[in-house]
């Protein structure tokens, strides 16, 4: 079993739509929570950053950390076309050296 | 654009061989993450160097090196270079106020032919 599992989907949703992305987790040790938003044969690009529990809203985009349940999301709202990417949830913690452990990725892709 | 940068962007080269990928950090940054990201594995960590020094291993193989220098840019060292290690390797630097947040640089593609 991964440490952190992430539905690869593909996934698509009309534009204007709220998108739930998720993931699971094993290791009780991470700590921090991250989301990040690759495009196709691009570095992925950091979005959104989570300490320990709790929410965190920028902008459209809303990130989730439940550690009691080792569950994270992502909800984006009024979603575009130009958010159609792979969606990567991230995770570290400190005694880890803070390397960061993906998830596989989850495709995302809004048509108008 | 995340002020990492790697070269360069593409290699395609034979079995056998060995190829040197370039990364400079943002700014400021002290350390330095390789990452490998290829289609049946995800992205991976291979290594982390802190102000020139190897911090942490991840899943790197023997036929893999990094450095740090002082400049702070690293490089990673594939060598006897097999089909399988075409991939896209990623390079991340952190070491600002918020250290767990990792910036990512645009990748080389390695192809092994």
């Known amino acids: 079993q991964k440490e952190v599992e992430q539905d690869p989907g593909p996934l698509s949703v009309p534009e204007g739509a709220i998108v739930s992305l998720n993931c699971t987790y094993s290791?009780?040790?991470?700590?921090?929570f991250m989301w990040y938003r690759q495009y196709s044969r691009k570095g992925p690009e950091l979005l959104m950053y989570t300490y320990s529990s709790g929410n965190k809203e920028d902008g459209r985009f809303t990130a989730q950390v439940d550690k009691s349940s080792k569950y994270i999301s992502l909800f984006i709202r009024d979603s575009q076309p130009s958010d159609s990417a792979t969606y990567l949830c991230a995770m570290s913690f400190t005694g880890g050296g803070n390397k960061l452990t993906f998830g596989t990725g989850t495709q995302l892709k809004v048509e108008l | 654009d995340s002020g990492v940068t790697q070269t360069p962007k593409h290699l395609i080269t034979a079995t056998g061989q060995r190829v040197t990928l370039r990364c400079s950090p943002r700014?400021?940054?002290?350390?330095v993450y390789w990452y490998q990201q290829s289609l049946d594995q995800g992205l991976q960590f291979l290594i982390q160097?802190?102000?020139?020094?190897?911090?942490a291993k991840g899943n790197i193989l023997e036929r893999f090196s990094a450095q740090q220098f002082p400049d702070l840019h690293s490089e990673l060292n594939l060598s006897s270079l097999e089909l399988g290690d075409s991939a896209l390797y990623f390079c991340?630097?952190?070491?600002?106020?918020?250290?767990?947040?990792?910036?990512f640089g645009p990748g080389t593609r390695l192809t092994v032919l």
């Open positions: 290791n009780s040790a991470f700590q921090y």
């Open positions: 700014s400021g940054d002290l350390s």
């Open positions: 160097y802190y102000n020139g020094e190897e911090r």
């Open positions: 991340a630097s952190t070491g600002g106020r918020r250290s767990n947040t990792q910036y």
